[in-house]
């Protein structure tokens, strides 16, 4: 089993996004002021409850007609996974990979079924004494799950709904990357590796992609973490979301959940091998829970308590 981490935000007059406690308990070291402590089999961060415009004008290069823009507020904390899950969480949480494809340890895991993530989500759940959050038949790697009420309310580890993920990511960006960057007009699909963004960055400083990846699996934690503390929020690896694909409201909304059961699912955030278009934060890739890709892997997470 992975060493588990303490998981803490500071007692400030500001909430504190991204602080992440991640030392061994032996070594003495403790997070001090600490308004919250969750014991988890993952690095994460504390990401405080917030408002946020979830989707993309219709305007931003790349866009498409599903990322509406609408107000979206979250009531409650939750933790988030620093990292996308490596190879080297997912084989000591489950003892084997969904193909015989690794690449080593630091790698985001990849051919990741959502079903995959739901079952190894609710083992997690039984580890740290919590109530999992899907119902699943069969054993992994062929168990199928559905979501159990509301993903707010559950206890234990899960997949971040759609709107967490975007929150989270965003980390207070409304452009299409969290530095503030948008693409410019005719670099939407393209695979040059002097891809220039609005701000004059190349994106090739920011996150892997088709561009610099040379179509390869590649590293997770390569590039800085956005603003919040999370790394590869763009590239790295497809992350699953929790919730069933839907058209998004057009008016502001609480808490909003996808369909539990519905045909699709998204995928945020983008792979090493994805067009720049695809990288977006607003942007939304639907799938079949049951399909397994090369870049497909999850990210977890865990609704807290109010301070």
Known sequence: MSPWFLLATACTGEPVYGERWGADSASGDAPQDAIAIVDLPFSAVRIEAGNFIMGAPPDEAGGQDDETPHGV?????FAL?????????????????????????????????????????????????ETPCYACTGDSPDAICTPMGSAYDCPGIRLPTEAEWEYAARAGSTAAFTTGADLTAGTEESCDGDITLSDGSLLTHLAWYCGNSGYWPQPAGDFAPNAWGLYDVHGASYEWVHDGYAPYAETAVIDPEGPAGAEQISHRGGSWGSEPRNLRLGRRSPADPTSRAHGGGVRFAMSLPPD
């Open 73 to 77: 507020t979250l009531t409650r904390p």
């Open 81 to 129: 996974g620093v990292l996308p899950v490596t190879e080297g969480e997912w084989l000591d949480w489950t003892g084997y990979l969904p193909e015989d494809d690794s690449w080593g340890e630091h790698y985001p895991a990849r051919w990741l079924s959502w079903h995959d993530a739901a079952s190894t989500a609710n083992e997690l759940s039984n580890i740290i004494g």
